[in-house]
DNA sequence: ATAATAATGATAATCATTCTCAATAACTGA
DNA sequence: TCAGTTATTGAGAATGATTATCATTATTAT
């Protein structure tokens, strides 16, 4: 069961051909919201399609990044991290990454302020550097419920 | 020339010991506002404190980074950069990545906008998801100036 | 000064990611 | 449909950044 029409059609147009790992890696991240590393998308993927390799997953997530198809996150954890960019898309979405345990939220709302801001910024941005920007990442760091109850904070 | 005291004293206060490799990295630091690598920070050390080797000054960045001293920034390109917590605090400070040739801007101006979007963000933030927010980063992507001639993009 | 021990430097080890290259599979045109 | 061209793959080696090990050295409290 090949993925979507639309992101096949995507890879094709722009003169790539449409091979199994490809399909399956796109599928694996359309059915897994979270942001997976190269790492877990290879166990999920072997699933289905077992003979699949390393280097082809990151050479495959390379490929999709540089089409736009997929976002590519760095939290800091040492992993890149992948996610496809029409669910990344739903809405303007952030990061809230706890330095204790390392975990990840998303939170996709967008208030007012934010169009302003980055507006601003951007502005700002071309204007005085000559910059032009295509999009722009909000990461907040701090602890999460958990680790604000066990207090030895220090380590990642 | 030892680094400023200020400097020392939050090391000792927080009971580590004043060694040279860890005043001289400090200084290095602060004579270099831009975002360091280990290694650069490496060569840099090297010219006032021959001995020093790789291991320590990872082991100092991350011992900086833990006590606050220093930010820890990743910018995606495989490494990540230091640079002094002090100089960072200067301003809200955001960074512009130029997908194209690696490049990084920092722009320290702030925006009036940013505080209230920030404080809005992380109200949202503990009260839906009971975080508590130490911080935040702004990373704009895109192409700078240069990049915007030469018009062949899609490579890293 | 001296003891106790944290910190260092050299090196090996690890981990994620990239490279190499022969084998294979996808598109193309006949 | 089939053969030819060539992008893509998989296995494993190679790389590059970072971390762990461990005997030696330096710093601090006594």
Redesign the interface.
């Known amino acids: 069961m090949p993925g979507p029409p639309w992101l096949r059609q995507r890879l094709t147009n722009a003169g790539f051909r449409l091979t199994w790992p490809r399909q399956v890696i796109l599928d694996v991240l359309g059915q897994n919201p979270q942001h997976l590393s190269a790492e877990e998308i290879f166990f999920h993927v072997h699933q289905f399609y077992p003979g699949i390799g390393m280097a082809t997953v990151y050479r495959t997530l390379d490929l999709l990044t ?1 089409t736009g198809l997929v976002f ?1 996150f ?1 939290f ?1 954890d040492g992993r ?1 991290r992948y996610e496809l960019a029409s669910e990344a898309a739903k809405g303007p979405h ?1 990061h ?1 990454i ?2 204790r345990c390392g975990r990840i ?1 998303d ?1 996709g ?1 967008s ?1 007012d ?2 169009g ?2 980055i507006a ?3 502005k ?2 071309s204007e ?18 958990d680790c ?1 109850s066990s207090s030895t904070e ?2 990642r």
């Open positions: 540089r590519k760095d800091g890149s952030h809230m706890c330095t939220i939170f709302h208030i302020e934010e302003e801001l601003a910024l951007g700002e941005l005085k550097h000559g910059f032009k920007i295509n999009s722009h990442r909000i990461h907040f760091y701090g602890l999460c419920q604000q220090g380590k």
